[in-house]
Each structure stands twice: as structure tokens, then as C-alpha cells.
């Protein structure tokens, strides 16, 4: 995970199931953290897209590979590598990786993650606006 | 509960954290899914009191007693009392009960949530619109 | 969705998130439901399975296609077909469709989910019980 | 909120709902990674606690009351402070706060929840091992 974006997750009660580990679907929520993060980072502020150009980013797919589970108080390390910068979308690498304090970290989770701009209106594809390709694309 | 309304909710993986039982967080889930239902059944639609008339219900004030705990799998019966109607809020109480299928239910869970009306622009306070009103008030 | 197993879920305000739409991540959650009752409808209980024969049901894979969304009150059916069955592993297809009361449903989301056998000791793969397997191939 | 124990939580998408603010049952997850951050800085490690010596904390009860609302993107401090620790029981005053880069927190929810100390396996009240009840007393 060398030269990624990094974002840090603890594992809370809320991420995790009966099983003893972090729920399937949590990761997700994880993998969007670590968007925001790596977005706010480029200097990408999703609640002014939102609010004065009425674009959103919208998850179009989504295909993940559980490894190994997570479980309550682990540290997470959780990376971002954008893969492709299309007119009107972008595609992530993304991956949770367990911190150990006195090892090397172990894979958990591998994602590759779609996302569309979207009219926050009509919900339908839209350019990303220039600036934000520039601040994505000075980001590669 | 011989009364009150009643809305059933399933215990889902979703639900339960790593100690084996329902999060405690995820009643107020539960709660709310009932309350919805409950106005449903009163023919208040939500969507389209936010969508035509800017109005939203907000939860203010939640005081919860938590008596036994839930598992997977577990049938849970929700049920729904409003207290009060006042001029801009709705005080519900409410209770999660485990439905056995051999023996009476036992209660799980109750609340007293106090709902308000706002505006959804302001976030302010608003009255309940006059129709609401007394679609609440028809259930009473 | 003709033949499929069918599940039934309403969107309550826990499951939308500040664009107006489902969180892209509650569809799993959906998804497990389905795959859950699906289970349930088979014969099979994942507690007793847990308790008894110290196995699980986990997700290794999953891949999601987002065609459109879902909103506030909206009607779902989550759908549950079996694509394949293994030794330690059952692959299903699974879509989501928005209800509609006056003409056909919405395709809103698709999934090929597979789902390995655990032992819930170790969270190692293990074959599925002869009896699980049997109740699985029953419903194919 | 001078002297009290504070954790900052960001406001995600998964938090917010429809309405464009954050979920009321939210809170209740951001309130407890307060606690437990606040538990790991007394040196209380909840996992060991869970498998070495069969003691879980759980909520009993739990009064909040919402006064403002948060939105995406909002940077929130989460404060905990022990208002009594019982034999088998504590007591937290826990509030959350919008933080503004420019002047003085707004103050958005505020909550008196009590733990319970519980054995795991009977999930009924158990009193807190020694030296975690000493641990906590040192925090006050």
C-alpha cells in the first residue's frame, strides 16, 4: 500500500455482528470514509458540490473481496489509488488492511469502487465539473 | 400491550454486535420504523408532507430502558401509544417485546420518544398541519 | 424475476442518507435479508447452525451494479436465486426492484453474492453439513 | 465541556438520512465510540475484558436530548464524564458539539447513559472486576 491515500478506522461495536466480526456491508462505509477523506485532501468539498452546483458522486458499482475479518477494537488502515479518471465518473482501488503493532499489516478487504457524478436534481450522469477533474487529476 | 399498535421486526445479522445481542442504538431503528408505519396506517405519508408542505418530523428528546437483550433471528413485536398531541410534537411510548412462540412475549425494551414537527428548510419548529392533526388525533 | 425467491422490504429514513437516496452500502443489508429468509424458507437456522454445528454463513465476494435509486417509502423486492453450489460455498444472484402499485417494477440494483461455510471457531472454511446442503439443493 | 474527556467524529454520508441531517439513533453510535475511547485511555481494554474475564458493558438506559441538528461534512467533538460509578454500574454525562473553525461549539445533543457491567455468558449483572472500577475511579 506504499504510495496510497491512507485513512485510518477503528472497529466499534456499531461495525460488528454476532459473528465477532465487522459486518459485510461495513465496509463500505469504511471504503466511502476514505473517499471523502482522499476527496477533502484534493481540496474537493462534497457538501458545496452538492449545495452550489448541484453535483453528487453516486456508487454505480462496486465489486469486493473479503480476505481475512476484522473484529472489535482492531485498527484498520484503509487506501485509496485512483485507477481511471473518466469524463463522468472515477474508479478507486481501494483496501482495508489490519494494523498490527508489531508486524506487517494483513489484507482484509479489496474493492474496486465506481463512482458517477450525478445532477443532484434529476439524479442522472454528469461531467464532473473542471475543476474538480483538475484537482483529481493533479492528484495522480 | 393488548392495544396499542403493533408492528413485527425480525432480528437480521445487520443488527446484533459482537457481544451476540441487538446494538443498542438499533432500537431507535426499530422505533422509528414502527412510528412510520403507525402514521402510515393513520394515512400520513411522509414524503409527501416533506415533498408539498416543508414539514418533517424530528425526533427531540428519546429516553430509553433497556431490559433484556435481543438475538439473531429473534421475532420482535414494536408497539406504538401517543401520550400527548401538542401543538407542534407527539410524545409516543413505545416498547420492543420478544414474540415466543410457546409463551407470552416479554418485554425487551421501552421508550418515550417526543417527536416534533419542524420545517424542513428552517429546521424550526412548525404546528402539525391541521389534517395531520387529526389523522393523529382519529387514532387516539 | 419470475421464479425467484422473493422478499419484501420498505425504506425507512435509516436506510437514506442526505442525497434522498438509499446508502449504497444498505443494499447488502437488504440483500442479507433476503438471503436470510430464503434460508429461513429452506429449513435452515443460522442460530441453531451456529450453536450446534459451529458454522456460518460468510460473504467472500460480492460484486454490485447500482441502475437507479431508491428513496423514502419506496416498496422493495429483493430477489434470491442460487447460480451454483459448492462444497463450502453457495453463489446467488440477487436484484433489487423497486415495487410499483400501477405498472411493472424497477430493476434498482443487482448482485452476485458468494457466500462461504466457516467454522465459527477458527472463521476457516469448512464443507456445508450434508443436511444443509440437501435443504439447498431442495429448493433449486 | 472544559475538563471532559473529548473525541472528534467527522459526519459522513452513512450518517445523515433524507431529511439532510444526521440520524438520530446516530448519535448513540458516536456516543459510544466516545465512551470506549474514553475507556481505552483508562487503560480498559473491552475485548480482553470480554475473553479473559467474561464482562461486557451494555446500556441500561439512556436519556438524549437533541438540540440542533448536524449535517455532512460536519466535524463534531464527542465529551464523556463519569457522573457516578455504582458496584456494577456507571453513570456517563455525555454530550456532542458542532465545531466551528471560527467560533464557539454549538452544543447538538446531550445524554445520560448508564452501563451496566454484565457477565457474557449469562448477560445478567455482574459487579466490575476490581481493577476496572479502580481504573475509572482514577479518571475522575
Given at each position: 500500500m506504499s504510495t496510497a491515500f491512507r485513512w485510518p478506522v477503528r472497529v466499534f461495536y456499531?461495525?460488528?455482528?454476532t459473528a465477532g466480526i465487522?459486518?459485510?456491508?461495513?465496509y463500505l462505509k469504511f471504503f466511502e470514509r476514505a473517499r471523502t477523506e482522499w476527496l477533502r485532501a484534493a481540496g474537493i468539498n462534497q457538501r458545496e458540490l452538492s449545495q452550489k452546483e448541484r453535483r453528487a458522486f453516486v456508487v454505480t458499482r462496486c465489486a469486493i473481496d473479503y480476505h481475512a475479518p476484522a473484529r472489535l477494537d482492531d485498527q484498520l488502515i484503509l487506501t485509496v489509488v485512483v485507477e481511471k479518471l473518466g469524463r463522468a465518473s472515477v474508479n478507486f482501488q481501494q483496501q482495508a488492511w489490519l494494523d498490527h503493532p508489531d508486524h506487517e499489516p494483513t489484507l482484509l478487504c479489496s474493492a474496486l469502487v465506481r463512482v458517477g457524478c450525478v445532477n443532484?436534481?434529476?439524479m442522472r450522469p454528469e461531467p464532473l465539473p473542471a475543476h474538480v477533474a483538475n484537482q483529481i487529476r493533479s492528484q495522480l
Open positions: 456499531e461495525d460488528t455482528d465487522v459486518y459485510y456491508a461495513n443532484t436534481d434529476s
